[in-house]
Structure formats: C-alpha cells, structure tokens
C-alpha cells in the first residue's frame, strides 16, 4: 500500500505541474515534456517495485 501511495503521490504532483502549465500557456514543448517525465517516472517506479518480487520468484523456486 506505501509503494502504491507514493507512486500516486509522484503521479498526482506531476499531474498538478501539467495543468498549471497548460493553465497558465506553457509551451508546447514543455508541456510534452512534462507528460514524458510523468510517464517515465511512472515507469520507473513500476520497474523499480517489480524487480524484487520477480527476482525472488525466479532465483528461490528451489527453496520453496
């Protein structure tokens, strides 16, 4: 539940940075590069969580 709260804190700030910029005419450009931060900090938290849980499963089927 924590890692899902902080990936949704990150998400819901970088969400609130987006609309501020296209609120206020920010430019293209950096609003699309914005929505890539977003996307790509998404991505990476995804991974980052994942990897434990698949390394485990994959390197411990013997102990089991």
Same mark, same amino acid.
């Given at each position: 539940r924590r890692v899902l709260f902080r990936s949704l804190t990150k998400i819901m700030t970088g969400t609130n940075e987006l609309m501020d910029m296209v609120l206020t005419g920010e430019s293209?450009? +950096?609003i699309s590069d914005k929505i890539k931060e977003?996307?790509?900090t998404k991505t990476s938290d995804n991974i980052n969580d994942l990897t434990p849980i698949?390394? +485990?499963s994959m390197f411990n089927q013997g102990e089991e």
């Amino acid at each position: 539940r924590r890692v899902l709260f902080r990936s949704l804190t990150k998400i819901m700030t970088g969400t609130n940075e987006l609309m501020d910029m296209v609120l206020t005419g920010e430019s293209p450009q +950096n609003i699309s590069d914005k929505i890539k931060e977003i996307l790509y900090t998404k991505t990476s938290d995804n991974i980052n969580d994942l990897t434990p849980i698949i390394a +485990n499963s994959m390197f411990n089927q013997g102990e089991e």
